[in-house]
Each structure stands twice: as C-alpha cells, then as structure tokens.
C-alpha cells in the first residue's frame, strides 16, 4: 500500500527559527513529489515540485530536497513569519495519470 | 495564467437530496482534471479524474459520480448524499510539467 507520512503532525516557533518538515514515502519509483500550503478553510497552493531526476528545488525561503532511495523528503522553511502559519502537504505522484498520494500534513504555528 | 474555479464555495444538504458541484478551468486546453476530497482529520484522497471530455476513471467505489461535459468543465454528483459524502471537495487540473493545481474547495455538509 503507498503511503505517505508526515512528521511532525503539529508544530508551534518563535518567528524567526529555521523549520524542518519531513515526509516519508513507500513507493521508491515515484515521478515526483509536490509539497503544498493549505490555509484554513481553503484549497491548496501548490510551493515546490521535485522531479524524481532532482534533488531539490527552492523558491525564496523554502528549499525542498528529495532523496528517493530512503524514501524521505523534507521542507526547509528558513526565517520563519507568522504568515506562514499553515498546513503544510507533501504528496508523490504514482502511476501514468498522475495520481497524487497525500501524507496527513504538518500544521504549523509561527508566534510574532 | 490559468485560473481554476469551484462554486458553490459551501453547501449545506440534507440526507437523500442530489448534489451537483462545478470545476472549470481557464487558460489551459485539454487538461487532466481531478476530483478529491478530504475528509475531516483524514488526508486528501483522488475520487475521480478525468483526462479529456467524457472520459472519467474512478478511484474508489462510493455514492459519488462525475462527468466532463466540456473540455474544461468537471462536474461531481449524487442523486442521494449520505452523511459520510460531508467533506472539503477540492478540484485540481495538471499542468505540462506534471505540476497539480487546486481549486478554491466546496465544503459540504450533509445533514
């Protein structure tokens, strides 16, 4: 069964602190891996795409690695801001039609 | 750019009455469209997708349907919902690159 798991499931900062999200994921011969932001009550923005030929991907404070044989991939939110309170997803495409697997999130907490 | 829309953005219904929710996509031809929902406390999980008119592939067997009858119109129904379809329904398109996109969400609460 593919699944996805994120770690941790919740997470409170200072502003300020440099965050580390981790999701792991059982399928090995993935295509690749999107990470989202989802604020509540609303839909999901789409923040970094790793092809499975990548290692990592970056757009301005977020850098996201991917490292297939383990398994694992991880969010690196640098200079943390309240406006980044939010539920961070991770979800790896598996299959022709890009079915994407979703792990249960990461709800994070930054505190002016 | 392309712009994904979902109306109506919240609906309440009772048990036994049909549903009828509305994805459409701008700015993009011939997308792959998904129909997912998320479930309180419970991840995101694919109901449908679709990749052109009048071809759908369900994910998982349930009191739910959906149709594409244009090429960027995806529709979800029911003829009679029960209290377990209540849930945040997200539509998503596919870009080029392989990229997922999301809707603004319904959120629906059967009563």
């Known amino acids: ?112 | 750019s392309q712009t994904i829309h979902q109306w109506p953005a919240t609906l309440v219904q009772p048990v036994g009455s049909p549903l009828s929710l509305e994805c459409t996509v701008e700015g993009t031809s011939n997308p792959n469209l998904y129909w997912y929902r998320q479930a309180a406390g419970r991840g995101l999980q694919l109901l449908f997708y679709s990749v052109g008119i009048g071809q759908i592939s369900s994910e998982v067997p349930q009191n739910l349907s959906a149709s594409r009858p244009q090429d960027r119109q995806f529709i979800l129904s029911s003829k009679k919902l029960l209290l377990s379809d209540s849930g945040f329904y997200l539509c998503a398109w596919r870009a080029d690159g392989y990229e997922q996109y999301f809707g603004p969400g319904t959120r629906l609460t059967v009563t």
């Open chain 1, 1 to 112: 069964k593919q699944e996805v798991t994120q770690i941790p499931a919740a997470l409170s900062v200072p502003e300020g602190e440099n965050l580390v999200l981790n999701c792991s994921f059982t399928d090995s011969a993935i295509y690749n891996l999107q990470w989202f932001r989802q604020d509540p009550g609303k839909g999901l923005t789409s923040l970094l795409l790793i092809q499975s030929s990548q290692r990592e991907q970056t757009s301005g404070r977020l850098n996201a690695s991917l490292d297939k044989s383990s398994g694992r991939s991880t969010l690196y939110i640098a200079a943390s801001q309240p406006g980044d309170s939010a539920t961070y997803l991770c979800a790896f495409r598996s299959g022709g039609y890009n079915k994407l697997i979703f792990g249960a999130g990461t709800r994070l907490a930054v505190h002016p």
